[in-house]
T-cell receptor, first 112, second 115 residues
Framework: SQTIHQWPATLVQPVGSPLSLECTVE??????LYWYRQAAGRGLQLLFY??????ISSEVPQNLSASRPQDRQFILSSKKLLLSDSGFYLC???????????FGEGSWLTVV | KNQVEQSPQSLIILEGKNCTLQ??????????LRWYKQDTGRGPVSLTI?????NTKSNGRYTATLDADTKQSSLHITASQLSDSASYIC??????????????FGTGTLLAVQP
């Protein structure tokens, strides 16, 4: 089965600083990859999804961007963080004919 | 509007007891319904996934039921253990969505199992 690695696990960044969260997937090829944000008391919100290298779709307008430079690598970035970017970010993967979505361990971002 | 509502928001039970979590949805057309377990500060882990034609699915002590007519699902936990303490999230997949898999997430039920 797929294994998803996310890092860093936690980070505290000042407002206006850049961001890079990285996600890599093992155990599959050509997966669909997703970035979600989970705010306290709210359901997961889909931020970006990708069906292949350099193929990124954005679900909501925001201060973040995503890139997929390799088949099993998905990166979430920002040039200048806002306080509202704080939250729990989850990378997820769906591969092959399976319908299960696998999630990484998440990255806690606090913007101060 | 497509929505997924879970109840109760939180629940405390004693170890060894059973409990049932509820999920109501208004997603249409409907394709599948999933239950995830999320430990605090961790990523969600899949428990069950059911298509619209399935009524029940079990995974160990977890049993999910689905009534596509009334748009309701439940997750029953049998003989609860301390490790069951977590947030349980109901997720509905609409029939459209393709590769985006535009899943709609509930806000979860926070379960605390006490000794």
């Amino acid at each position: 089965s797929q294994t998803i690695h996310q890092w860093p696990a936690t980070l505290v960044q000042p407002v206006g600083s850049p961001l890079s969260l990285e996600c890599t997937v093992e155990g599959t090829s050509n997966p669909n990859l997703y970035w979600y944000r989970q705010a306290a008391g709210r359901g997961l919100q889909l931020l970006f999804y990708s069906i292949g290298i350099d193929q990124i779709s954005s679900e909501v307008p925001q201060n973040l961007s995503a890139s997929r430079p390799q088949d099993r690598q998905f990166i979430l970035s920002s040039k200048k963080l806002l306080l509202s970017d704080s939250g729990f970010y989850l990378c997820a993967c769906r591969a092959g004919a399976g319908n299960t979505i696998y999630f990484g361990e998440g990255s806690w971002l606090t913007v101060v | 509007k497509n929505q997924v509502e879970q109840s109760p928001q939180s629940l405390i039970i004693l170890e060894g007891k059973n409990c049932t979590l509820q999920c109501n949805y208004t997603v249409s057309p409907f394709s599948n319904l999933r239950w995830y377990k999320q430990d605090t500060g961790r990523g969600p882990v899949s428990l069950t996934i059911m298509t619209f034609s399935e009524n029940t699915k079990s995974n160990g002590r977890y049993t999910a039921t689905l009534d596509a007519d009334t748009k309701q699902s439940s997750l029953h936990i049998t003989a609860s253990q301390l490790s069951d303490s977590a947030s349980y999230i109901c997720v509905v997949g609409p029939a459209y969505g393709g590769a985006t898999n535009k899943l709609i997430f509930g806000t979860g039920t926070l379960l605390a199992v006490q000794p």
